[in-house]
Every structure is written in structure tokens, then in C-alpha cells.
């Protein structure tokens, strides 16, 4: 099992960007997480979650211009990112967890480059 992320991009300020993550692999039950993103020199932080009930939770710094949301037919997690701003440059990873026969998994997705300039 393992995630692949799309979509991020190059946009100038005021711009907007959709990243996906699908996960892949038969048999596995996937619980996404949520998104992160790390910026140069920064270290990896949180972005926005999404529990298994729908609720869903923001950074502060994102509030009001990001949503994430899933498609559990797809197995897919998405990040609509409006309003973008030069801080808002960095990799946006997807997080997920995976369970199959008793093993559960941390899945990191390999990252996406979201550059935004002003």
C-alpha cells in the first residue's frame, strides 16, 4: 500500500491549487489523516485534518482559504487551496493510516511542491 500525491504547482499570489493523494493497495483499510506541509528551512507542521467521522480541523494560519476533503470510493484525500500566499510554499505531504489482517500502518505520501510567488 502506498500514497501518491498530484497536483501541486507553481502560482502567484491570490491563486488557487488542488493536491490529491490516492492511496493504492488491495485489501487495506485506509483511514487518511491529513495533510502537512514543511517550507524551506521549516520543519514539517500540520496543515488540516480530517477524522473518520468527517470533522475536520485547521491550522490557524489556513483557516478560511484551505478544505480538505475525501472521496472514500476513490481512496483519495484532496487539499483546496485558495487565496495562496508566498508563505504557503513548501512540499504538502498526505498522511494516512492503513490496517490489514491486525497490522496497522503510518503511511507518508511522497510529497508535492506547492510554490507560491508573489
Known amino acids: 500500500v502506498q500514497l501518491q500525491a498530484s497536483g501541486g504547482g507553481q502560482v502567484q499570489a491570490g491563486g488557487s491549487l488542488r493536491p490529491s493523494c490516492e492511496a493504492s493497495g488491495s485489501d487495506f483499510r485506509i483511514n487518511f489523516v491529513g495533510w502537512y506541509r514543511q517550507g524551506p528551512g521549516n520543519r514539517r507542521e500540520l496543515v488540516a485534518q480530517i477524522r473518520t467521522k468527517g470533522s475536520t480541523n485547521y491550522a490557524d494560519f489556513v483557516k478560511g482559504r484551505f478544505t480538505i476533503s475525501r472521496d472514500n470510493a476513490k481512496n483519495t484525500l484532496y487539499l483546496q487551496m485558495n487565496d495562496l500566499k508566498p508563505e504557503d510554499t513548501g512540499v504538502y505531504y498526505c498522511?494516512?493510516?492503513?490496517?490489514?489482517?491486525?497490522?496497522?500502518?503510518?503511511?507518508w505520501g511522497p510529497g508535492t511542491q506547492v510554490t507560491v510567488s508573489s
Open positions: 498522511n494516512a493510516g492503513a490496517s490489514r489482517g491486525g497490522a496497522e500502518y503510518d503511511l
